[in-house]
């Protein structure tokens, strides 16, 4: 189904400024950085990961670590048998146990993705903590699930769509957000 194009939230320019500000919270927040670990959730909290440990590296100094993580094998929404093991990828073998773990992810909705991360997290190990970075909070939780760090909150109903578009992905940085065509008039 092709969703129309409701609103224009973000552009290139805001999206930059929001990752720096989140960036700074990451930094003020966790004075240690060398304790720290970044985790993007696939796809699109990966590319927003690799931004924000650049962004921290330029402003600090160091490289953060980032683990690219594909939460995919443990949605509540598939069959236990066509579960697997996580498909986490690190150029080095990287230890949770005692880390500070910033999770990253464009769209926080229900909390559903962000409980399967946590899942897969703890099969690497044990860390200290675990935050949340979002780019977009929209609301409608169906979990106990609350952001640490917010690009922006952006109540929406249920029939509308986030869209997140990223230039690694897209070509283009935008955020909109989007319905289904053929609208109900109200009476």
């Avoid at 609350?146 to 249920?158: A, E, I, Q």
Wanted: aromatic residues 4%; proline residues 5%.
């Amino acid at each position: 189904m092709k969703y129309k194009v409701k609103a224009r939230v973000m552009d290139n320019s805001k999206i930059r400024r929001t990752l720096i500000r989140m960036s700074t919270e990451i930094a003020e927040r966790n004075r240690n950085l060398e304790n720290i670990i970044l985790v993007g959730i696939k796809t699109g909290g990966i590319y927003l990961g690799k931004r924000i440990a650049e962004i921290l590296k330029q402003a600090e100094g160091m490289e953060i670590p980032l683990l690219e993580l594909d939460i995919t094998p443990y949605r509540d929404d598939l069959e236990p048998t066509h579960r697997k093991k996580s498909s986490a990828k690190t150029n080095n073998q990287l230890k949770l146990d005692g880390r500070d773990v910033v999770l990253v992810d464009d769209v926080l909705f229900t909390g559903r993705t962000i409980r399967a991360a946590m899942e897969a997290i703890f099969d690497f190990g044990r860390p200290r903590s675990i935050q949340l970075a979002v780019l977009i909070d929209r609301g409608h939780r169906e979990l106990p699930i609350r952001p640490d760090y917010v690009g922006r909150l952006l109540p929406t109903s249920r029939r509308e769509r986030v869209e997140v578009r990223l230039k690694e992905i897209d070509g283009v940085d935008e955020v909109l957000i989007t319905e289904p065509p053929g609208k109900l008039k109200k009476k």
